[in-house]
């Protein structure tokens, strides 16, 4: 009973776990986190995808015609069509992030009592290196979810299929097609998402003297979304269209080749921001639920895993 009540009195159980539990229970919580997150917005990411990769002009009037035209013609399920691929990405994708953005906190001794010159700088360090470690780790799977997303089945099967195809007919590097803009872009995304949230919490308990509730890491994490989103968004646009040019024909030879065609065809605001209107709501609503998802159940194991230690 002594041991369970010093648990329940520890505000921070995660400092009495081995690196390796305190590794294992992240990766975890992580997995859920982005699971949770993405299946949560994957309607309102195929709509966004299908609009980025096209020369079309976005308006919420169209993305709401094209999921009611998706539910109508192809069914309910597939307004979530790609969400498989997705699953196969962000679950390794979002444990790695969380995992290696501990890592990345510790190495850089941020929020650590030990740190005499923490800075946001170090935050966002953590937090881009987190983003970098992660995508390079899964990028394939982000180019196969991208191109699911605006494809029928009939051309594209199942993950397995997508990638069969890629390997035979474009070859192995075709995997990492886009990848240059998607790093350029995920270091000041979550960098400046990591940062955000790191900061608002650290402010909210400094002021608080508490831990922050599950309602209010939803808010910081929402807030992290969209100053995130809003940052690397036109290297989203450049990205999805390299990542799908062998699908839609759309000529992407470089990056600054991409930059100036979209510039060209269709201006800055409706070539490089188009569907951020979207961004800015299903942003905030996956990036919130998986901060709060993340936090609440990497508690909820740190806590499990020293009842398991006390008992044994």
Not at 120 to 130: D, N
Not at 178 to 189: A, Q, V
């Amino acid at each position: 009973m002594v041991a369970d009540k010093n648990l329940d009195n520890d505000k921070k159980p995660l400092k009495s776990l081995s690196n390796s539990e305190f590794v294992f229970s992240s990766l975890l919580a992580g997995a859920i986190a982005g699971a949770c997150a993405k299946t949560s917005i994957a309607p309102l990411d195929r709509t966004k995808i299908s609009f980025q990769i096209s020369t079309n002009e976005y308006s919420a009037k169209k993305a709401w015609r094209f999921l009611q035209d998706t539910y109508r013609k192809e069914g309910f399920l597939n307004l979530w069509r790609g969400n498989s691929a997705t699953m196969a990405r962000i679950v390794p994708y979002a444990a790695i992030q969380f995992s290696a953005h501990e890592q990345w906190k510790k190495l850089l001794k941020v929020d650590s009592v030990d740190s005499k010159n923490e800075s946001k700088i170090k935050r966002f360090l953590a937090g881009s290196l987190a983003g970098v470690t992660s995508q390079t780790l899964t990028y394939p799977l982000d180019l196969a979810r991208a191109r699911m997303a605006v494809t029928s089945k009939t051309q594209y099967q199942n993950l397995k299929h997508i990638f069969t195809h890629i390997k035979q007919t474009e070859g192995w590097l075709a995997f990492y097609k886009g990848y240059t803009p998607t790093i350029l872009g995920i270091i000041p995304y979550a960098g400046t998402s990591f940062c955000t949230y790191g900061t608002l919490k650290k402010f909210y308990r400094d002021k608080m003297d508490s831990n922050t509730p599950a309602v209010v890491n939803l808010i910081f994490g929402a807030i992290s979304g969209i100053v995130g989103q809003s940052t690397s968004y036109p290297l989203d646009i450049v990205r999805r269209r390299m990542q799908t040019s062998v699908i839609t024909g759309y000529e992407c030879s470089s990056i600054i080749g991409t930059f100036q065609k979209i510039y060209k065809e269709e201006g800055l605001r409706k070539g490089f921001f188009k569907g951020v209107s979207m961004n800015w709501i299903k942003g905030p609503i996956a990036v919130g639920i998986s901060f709060a998802t993340y936090e609440h159940v990497k508690e909820t194991l740190s806590v499990l895993i020293m009842k398991t230690k006390t008992v044994i």
